[in-house]
């Protein structure tokens, strides 16, 4: 865990959304080599859900939380005043799989299947829903199965034909135990804002020093780990205690397409076309009513 | 010196009328409370809406008929999953209460089934049984299942051995021991544990609709939270406590009529 | 001669105990004729209770045998405490064993009606058992060992907390009832004067274990008053019987 | 025609070694039975691994020091869980037993504490009282609540009137009263509603922790379930079946100390 | 002469009913001198337990009032069943009065060791409630009202289901308690020999509601035996007795 540093450093509690992980390995590098430190911050991580962090950053019980863009619109659609100050992923971590004897190779070989997701909410339903539009299809010509965090046994058990998962976890861990698998990358048909580290409208107007020291040292990390994958997979085994018990094959794999999905000509910065198209499927979704002033979402100005 | 004992009586009758009052005093306490916290705490509407605003979501939800067709779905799970439950329980129950070797045989498994997390073996029950009604049904009737059957254990043991002697020197039948016998001497304590399961049984549907299902008032919640319209989470989340509430004033109202002979409901 | 209803032999239980056990009944044998009004007298703890309840097969003896014939028969019992079901009002617990053998609810009300006549319960039907004072909860305990016409009544301590004129009253009821409709009784007393009133024959038991010390035929001539009790004979049959169980 | 009735006396006694061997014989028949699914059913490991993987895991984790960590953490929430929750359910329980008017004023409140699903309200507990133990210990203090609320409540009403009487006729005090005869009066039915608090509390702790905690066997689960370790995940399932079924069995044990008076208890 | 330790006005008490209410005391009123033994008579239902109940605070009176001089006094109880506690064993349920007053266990368990001598329940003690016969459990009962030395005494129906020895035994014992402890003692029985065996005056109640039908001055001279019933004046007040309560 973090070393125990000076009181001056300013603490700052980091919600992630999911458990501690290899993705997390930028995050991990930045405090072992001092990233943090360096920016005056004394991180600490927390591991609520996603809704929830989103949540308690609006309402400034946080400062910081790492979340996926759909969510920023979503929330601030309901008046949460929370601003993404740092694009981590470049592309969005959704893909829809099957087995390759369902011949599904493009988004419109979806039509007339059944496909598995958690639920009609969060990044898997959104990319699904994105990845529909881009095959030309609409909700009424696939069936959806919301069957939460499921999806992997429901392919397996070919309950479903296609389900909606995560690109850098489900296909790796599918593919190791041997499955045939065709993939469709959300990242490939469109670009939508991904996840990214939010902060909410006060602390971006009363602290920008802080939110530019929190960007930075993510950056940091990030580039670090971009540059050097085996260095940082060794720092996290320090800090994902389940790592080392983990599939090591598989694990680097997760880190190496994480770094796929990561990589940009500059890190960090959000592309306004990605938020465009990411407002159009929220209409179209009907999950927003009418559009946002996008320019408050999301901005640029503390990437350095 | 003259001293007077001081008496021990019949507690006086709170009449009907009086506790009805008091009951809605509490609750118009509680509406302003909120009202006041959620005006003056400076708290943002996603976190803690006013009353007025839940209100006005109740009454869009209302009107556009989700509302009915999702408390519909709920209450048909949990409906079905209670009285399964309370079956299987009461069944069960009464089996171990009768025989030591059968508690010993099966509780361990009982027990198990109580502590396996649902949220763990969700997804088995959905690639089993599906994702439709009966898996929620199942998961409803698994929470329902542990605390009706205890208390059927214990109050089926507690039935005293005269009347059992009673029951034997006029030949009663096994039957008639249960129906005359045991099913009214058990009757507060297995109340009691209905009290308990039909307070757990909304729960356990809503556990089934959170985990994986596009139906349910656990469904709204999810939507609710997923597009940060706290007000229809908390809808949701009453209409929630209002069929809890429902399904324990029923459980109270039988045993105001099935335990009259009790003194505590004389009253 | 008549052959005897109930042949009880060698009967002996032992119960277990917290530091070991307790004998409570030892070798006990007798036998009663068809109609026989047979009363069990002896000291506290000596058995009696346990006695009956092995009869009515309540508990299983440690040795020794016991057989009815005609086979099983139809019992009455009263048990020393009154026992009544605190969810069945008076009237409810009278009726039980009719709605046992499944009898019909107004024929069973209809039967029920003379019972409550005869224990003088009239207007308590509908009370639940704990508004009935002791006596009261008594008489439905009687009552209810009456209404099924059992074969033989098994009574233990029946008249035990009754006032001196309703348990008259009852002597003379339950003799009528005896002789009229040709049960066999066995019944618990520590009273030797209802006894002497009521019995054929009286046991007496010994101290712990129970041992039969004394049994004791009755030849009092029938019917009998309390006034009976000034009678030389019966002075000399109490006077045995107290000696017995000194 | 001689008859001899048929006896109803104490059932026969069932030695301790039976039963014990009873509960093994069925436990390998289950472990059996599970070998033989995941041996032909071809299932792949993460839907159903085998025993044998299972117990290699179980041995990895052991040897390892994380399975004694994160049980030494939730078997700490819910301890402490337990107690709070019994506490407080107990001291309510007893005050809504005893007056008609507090029972019509808070059970609606209580009630609908139970029909709010933790899952909607776990991030509230967490902004309220930190992301820390506090939060998992309270999540499981208020499901252990109800059961022992509900039979601390029957269990005190049902005691018999008589005992009062005496007790007010020697003059006890209100805590004479509670410790010498209400306590031990209801004590089979609270002990039945803590059975099910125990098993419960287990359930609670890790419903807290798999909301959101980096600890705790309900951690271990999220971590087994995102790294598709399913047998990690079976690992974390069983500790937690082994620490409700030895709550459980403190429970049974204690209710054989206390409660030896009770004729079914002596067997 | 002495005052009253006890007043008792006018007491009457109503109980609500399903079908209305029912009058169980009407107007009750009489005084006990200190030291008194005081028996109560009357048929089963005319409010004698009610009487005893009110007067050890558990009931409200309707109306009418009663008072104790001296203040609040140590009361000892036995109740028409005896009620022992499940949980406690034989040798507890006696030594419970003493408890609650707060005496250490080694001086409770010597002082209860003399009753169980009185009330013949040595090897007992650790007996469980539900394993002791009828008569036990009401001796049990007994000793446990005597243990922890009361001023007054409420018995009711102390010795209904103990043998003839027995009871005969407890009677020179209560009357050696009350002579040695200057106790008050107000005893409901329903056996009028027994009444005038031990009370200094008996009062009969009425049928339902009870009122106050005797109040018959017992001057037998003391100590009594058994052997007395058959003297003539005996004879006569036994004779009065029974005419009031028929
Ligand atoms: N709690 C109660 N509620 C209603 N009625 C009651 C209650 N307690 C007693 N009674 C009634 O009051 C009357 C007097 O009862 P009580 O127990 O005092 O009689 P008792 O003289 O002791 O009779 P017994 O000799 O049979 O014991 C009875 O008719 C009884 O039914
Ligand atoms: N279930 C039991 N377990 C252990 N001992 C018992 C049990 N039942 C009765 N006893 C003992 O057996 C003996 C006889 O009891 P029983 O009830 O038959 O006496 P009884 O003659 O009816 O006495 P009483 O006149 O006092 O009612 C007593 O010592 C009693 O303690
Ligand atoms: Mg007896
Ligand atoms: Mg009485």
């Avoid at chain 2, 609710?224 to 229809?232: F, V």
Wanted: hydrophobic fraction near 45%; include cysteine.
């Amino acid at each position: 865990g973090p070393r125990p540093t000076p009181s001056r450093l300013t603490q700052v509690r980091l919600s992630l959304g999911y458990i501690p992980n290899i993705q997390f390995a930028p995050l991990y590098v930045a405090v072992e080599r001092g990233y943090f430190a360096e920016a005056g911050i004394e991180v600490e991580f927390d591991y609520s859900f996603e809704t929830d962090a989103v949540a308690l950053v609006g309402a400034d019980e946080l400062q910081f939380a790492v979340v996926s863009g759909e969510q920023v619109l979503l929330a601030r659609a309901q008046g949460l005043p929370v601003v993404y100050v740092a694009a981590w992923y470049q592309k969005y971590p959704v893909s829809v799989i099957a087995k390759s004897e369902q011949g599904i190779t493009t988004p419109s070989d979806l039509r007339g299947k059944t496909i598995g997701l958690p639920g009609l909410y969060g990044a898997n339903y959104i990319g699904l829903r994105a990845l529909l539009h881009a095959g030309g299809l609409s909700e009424s010509d696939v069936t959806l199965d919301s069957i939460g965090y499921t999806q992997v046994a429901a392919l397996a058990a070919g309950r479903d034909q296609a389900v909606s998962v995560y690109t850098a976890n489900e296909p790796l861990q599918l593919r190791a135990q041997g499955y045939d698998l065709t993939e469709l990358r959300v990242a490939d048909f469109v670009q939508l804002a991904s996840n990214g580290l939010i902060t909410n409208e006060t602390t971006a107007a009363g602290n920008p020093d802080l939110v530019r020291g929190m960007v930075a040292a993510l950056l940091h990390g990030l580039s670090d780990t971009i540059a050097d994958p085996q260095a940082a997979y060794q720092i996290s085994l320090g800090y994902v205690e389940t790592l080392a018990q983990a599939d090591t094959a598989v694990q680097k794999q997760v880190l190496a397409t994480s770094i796929d999905l990561w990589k940009a000509d500059r890190l960090g910065e959000s592309n306004p076309a990605a938020w465009e198209n990411m407002q159009t499927v929220l209409l179209d979704v009907g999950l927003l009513t009418q559009p946002l002033d996008l320019s408050k979402a999301f901005t640029n100005e503390f990437i350095p | 010196m003259d001293w007077k004992l001081p008496l021990r009586g019949k507690p006086p009758r709170t009449s009907r009328r009086s506790l009805h009052w008091t009951a809605f005093a509490s609750l118009a306490a509680a509406l302003l409370g909120w009202w006041l916290v959620s005006r003056f705490a400076g708290l943002p509407a996603f976190i803690l809406p006013a009353p007025e605003q839940v209100a006005v979501r109740f009454w869009k939800a209302l009107t556009d008929g989700s509302l009915l067709v999702h408390t519909a779905a709920t209450l048909t799970e949990v409906l079905l999953g209670l009285l399964a439950g309370t079956i299987a329980a009461v069944t069960l129950g009464y089996a171990i209460a009768k025989s030591r070797l059968f508690e010993q045989l099966v509780s361990p498994y009982l027990v198990a089934t109580q502590a396996i997390p649902i949220v763990a073996i969700a997804p088995l029950l959905v690639i089993w049984f599906g994702p439709g009604i009966f898996s929620k049904v199942l998961i409803c009737a698994l929470i329902v299942f542990f605390p009706v059957l205890v208390n059927t254990v214990v109050g089926v043991r507690a039935v005293p051995r005269p009347f059992h002697d009673l029951m034997h020197s006029l030949r009663a039948t096994r039957g008639q021991i249960i129906r005359m016998l045991e099913v009214p001497a058990a009757l507060p304590v297995l109340l009691g544990g209905l009290r308990v399961g039909a307070t757990l049984s909304v729960i356990g549907a809503v556990v089934g609709e959170l985990v994986g299902s596009d139906h349910g008032l656990g469904f709204l919640v999810n939507v609710g939270r997923g597009q940060y319209d706290t007000a229809l989470v908390f809808v949701a989340v009453f209409t929630l406590i209002a069929l809890a509430l429902a399904l324990y004033g029923l459980v109270s109202f039988l045993e105001r009529k099935l335990l009259i002979w009790q003194e505590a409901f004389e009253r | 001669m008549t052959d005897p209803i109930l042949i009880v032999h060698d009967i002996s239980i032992t119960f277990p105990d917290r530091n070991g056990s307790l004998d409570a009944l030892d070798t006990v044998s007798f036998t009663v004729l068809p109609r026989e009004f047979v009363c069990v007298l002896g000291p506290s703890g000596s058995g009696k209770s346990t006695l009956l309840r092995i009869l009515a097969g309540l508990l299983e003896p440690t040795s020794g045998s016991f057989s009815f014939a005609g086979g099983r028969p139809k019992i009455g019992m009263v048990f020393q405490q009154s026992n009544l079901m605190p969810w069945r009002t008076a009237l409810e617990n009278i009726t039980l064993p009719l709605e046992l053998q499944g009898v019909q609810a107004d024929e069973a009300h209809a039967r029920s009606q003379e019972l409550i006549d005869l224990v003088g319960l009239q207007g308590f039907e509908s009370s639940w058992p704990r508004d009935l004072s002791g006596g009261m909860a008594q008489r439905v305990a009687i009552a209810r060992a009456l209404i099924h016409d059992p074969d033989i009544l098994l009574l233990d301590e029946p008249f035990g907390s009754l006032d001196a004129l309703t348990r008259e009253h009852m002597w003379t009821e339950l003799s009528h009832i005896w002789q009229r409709r040709q049960k066999t009784v066995l019944m618990v007393t520590h009273s030797i004067g209802e006894s002497l009133i009521l019995a054929d024959r009286v046991l007496v038991l010994t101290q712990r274990p129970g041992k039969i010390k004394l049994d004791l035929e009755v030849d009092l001539p029938r019917p009998r008053a309390d006034e009976m009790r000034y009678t030389a004979h019966f002075g000399e049959l109490a006077r045995r019987l107290k000696e017995a169980i000194g």
